[in-house]
């Protein structure tokens, strides 16, 4: 069975600053990965997603993450963040094939202090 | 367009009551997914349906957790008897099907047993 681990559960910056969220995951075959972002009362959305292809995968927000395979990571990163980036941030994974189940980590409150 | 729409917001009951939670997925989304998100974790797949039929549900405590999706579009989610331990937020998520289609969140049910 696949897992993800969030090695932070929370990460304080200061505004401007450049921040990484980290995750790795393990599964016997090959995965999609994704993160999502949960703001303070709201639900889940996809904030990016690897699936096939470059491993670099943008989002239209400045966030980055970086696939690799040999590390079986998938860390999230932001050169500058800003207040309203403050949110909880969760990585996911899925198993090509197979079952269909989405693994979610337990989560890093990103917390951005001006 | 418009999202996962979930009702209610938020529900106290005592233990050993009953509670029903209600799903509305995006127009035209075959699969329906509904999570447990505790405090401090990730959420957890409880149930996933394919339009009225059940995908996975191994990870749904079947004495007391039931769900159904009738004419394959609303959904929902029951719990009878309450534990304490069932004090989470309830999530359901839509997804055009399987596979690398995007899972959408709705705001979630938060639910608080006494």
């Known amino acids: 069975a696949q897992s993800v681990t969030q090695l932070d559960s929370q990460v304080p910056v200061f505004e401007e600053a450049p921040v990484e969220l980290r995750c790795n995951y393990s599964s016997s075959v090959s995965v999609y990965l994704f993160w999502y972002v949960q703001y303070p009362n709201q639900g889940l959305q996809l904030l990016l997603k690897?699936?096939?292809?470059?491993?670099l995968v943008e989002s239209i927000n400045g966030f980055e993450a970086e696939f690799n395979k040999s590390q079986t990571s998938f860390h999230l990163r932001k050169p500058s963040v800003h207040i309203s980036d403050t949110a909880e941030y969760f990585c996911?994974?899925?198993?090509?094939?197979?079952?269909?189940?989405?693994?979610f980590g337990k989560g890093t409150k990103l917390t951005v202090n001006p | 367009e418009a999202g996962v729409a979930q009702s209610p917001r938020y529900k106290i009951i005592e233990k050993r009551q009953s509670v029903a939670f209600w799903c509305n997925p995006i127009s035209g989304h075959a699969t329906l997914y509904w999570y447990q998100q505790i405090l401090g974790q990730g959420p957890k797949l409880l149930i996933q349906?394919?339009?009225?039929?059940?995908?996975?549900d191994s990870q749904l405590p079947k004495d007391r957790f039931s769900a159904e999706r009738l004419k394959g579009v609303d959904s929902t989610l029951k719990i009878q008897p309450a534990k304490l331990e069932d004090s989470a937020v309830y999530l359901c998520?839509?997804?055009?099907?399987?596979?690398?289609?995007?899972?959408?969140f709705g705001p979630g049910t938060r639910l608080t047993v006494t």
């Open positions: 998520a839509s997804s055009m099907g399987q596979g690398i289609y995007e899972q959408y």
């Open positions: 996911a994974v899925k198993n090509q094939g197979g079952s269909e189940k989405l693994v």
């Open positions: 690897y699936l096939s292809g470059s491993t």
């Open positions: 349906f394919q339009n009225n039929g059940v995908v996975d």
